[in-house]
């Protein structure tokens, strides 16, 4: 199947600052929030009114009663006026009585100045059965007017709420408390559901980890899901076109440098015909001689590269493992890129390092940086070998131009020699862009790394970093 390519693809962004996990459990939190305030303002609401009309109920039947009272003891003239109100007291309540224009009653300057003017008109003037509420002094309180006509009085009764405030106070602290709670739960029950969605997510990104470590054979498992059913057979498609898609490459590069290096040989054999008759050749036969020469040592250079980079892609690279000799190493690998005159530092402590490695593809990781130091630095200025907790560090610098931050990365890549190729010495076209991404595969199959960064003395040019773990001594 043929894939085709139309440019990347944006997927638009329509998340906020918050992960997807964190958005599921904000929702949760807040749904239950609401939910927990609507129900409790429901709550306070009823009994709040429930609780009121009762009292009210209490309080108004309590002033009819006593008002009768009143005015069977104000028609028959039994008794002081207020000591029959003292014995009509209880607790929480204060009775108040308007008789022919005297105000009697227990404390009766504060309690004619404590009805609202709106009853005392409505009871007195109208002669009509009146109640309110009020606040006085940041108390609520209840008044009940009864007017008596026939002994010419009319009789209240004012009644503390306070005892219903505290009540309702105590309600809306615990549905403050409940709401609270409630919250809590709904955000740990979104917790609990967004790690239930998330999960086939989390195996997806699992799964995308795994192919772009190298893994290219991962697929998810089928899930009776209906709703992720589509997105598990979609990944898996395209897990298995980009694997087929790789390894198509792969087998072509393979066949290529294979095929490349049978006419290389007759032509290399050709050359060395030519080499022994050189000297019977024209001055121009020679340089031309010269030139053919230099570009199929080159052209031999590649086809060896894309065979070892096939070799990686196939799986087929294998570590040949014996004890190392890192200051033996440099030097060997100096010898081999002919880069006989660089400096070698080594750290006090590390005069005997060995480390257990692949001697033959460490030499080639050191060549080829000391090779990329030459095309595109004017050649390697220095390298240092410092021992690192449990492994080792070797560095390549050089007195070029430097690598740009955006491209460090990059110029590991296959074929790519970043954005400053072209300004990075008089060599910088020489070479193809596989040298740096066979360090990488080489000291990744060593379980290591490699990074460029900038010199450390400050000074202008690059610095190739190697560490390599596992050090015998």
Known sequence: MALGFRGPVRIRDTSTRLGLRARLIFAFAL???????????????????NVLRQRETAATQQAFNNARVMRDA?????????????????????????????????????????????????????????????????????????????VEAAYFEIVSLQEVDDTLDSLTVALLLAALVTTVAGAGIGAWASRRVLRPLAEVSGAAAAIASGHLDTRLEDLS??????????????????????????RFASDVSH??????????????VLQGRRADMPERAQ???????ADVQRFQSMVEDLLEISRFDAGAARLDVEPVRIGE???????????????????????DLVVPADKRRLVRVLANLLDNAERHAGGATRIAVDRIDGGVRIAVEDAGPGVDPED????????????????????????????LALVREHIALHGGTVRVEDRPDGQRGARFVIELPGLVA
Not at 259 to 270: F, G
Not at 287 to 293: P, R
Not at 417 to 424: E, H, K, L, M
């Open 31 to 49: 749904g239950a929030l609401i939910l927990s305030i609507m129900l409790a303002g429901v709550t306070y609401g009823l009994v709040r009114e």
């Open 74 to 150: 104000l028609r028959t003239a039994r008794g002081d006026r207020s000591s029959v109100l003292q014995s009509l007291q209880i607790a929480g309540s204060r009775p108040v009585l308007y008789h022919r224009n005297e105000w009697i009653g227990i404390d009766i300057e504060t309690g004619q100045y404590d009805l609202p003017r709106e009853l005392r008109t409505a009871v007195i003037s109208d002669g009509e059965v009146a109640r309110m509420r009020y606040v006085l002094r940041g108390e609520t309180r209840l008044a009940v007017g009864v007017p008596i006509p026939a």
């Open 225 to 250: 899901d209906p709703d992720l059913a589509e997105l598990v057979e979609s990944f898996n498609h395209m897990a298995r076109a980009l694997e087929e898609r790789i390894e198509r490459d792969a």
């Open 259 to 272: 095929e490349l290096r049978s006419p290389l040989t007759t032509l290399s054999a050709s050359i060395e």
């Open 287 to 293: 340089a031309a001689l010269d030139l053919l020469v």
């Open 329 to 351: 190493l440099v030097l060997h690998a100096i010898g081999t890129a002919g880069a006989g005159d660089v400096p070698i530092e080594l750290a006090e402590d590390a005069d």
């Open 408 to 435: 460090r990365e990059r110029v590991f890549e296959r074929f790519s020699r970043g954005s400053a190729a072209g300004r990075r010495g008089s060599g910088g076209g020489d070479g193809v862009g596989l040298g």
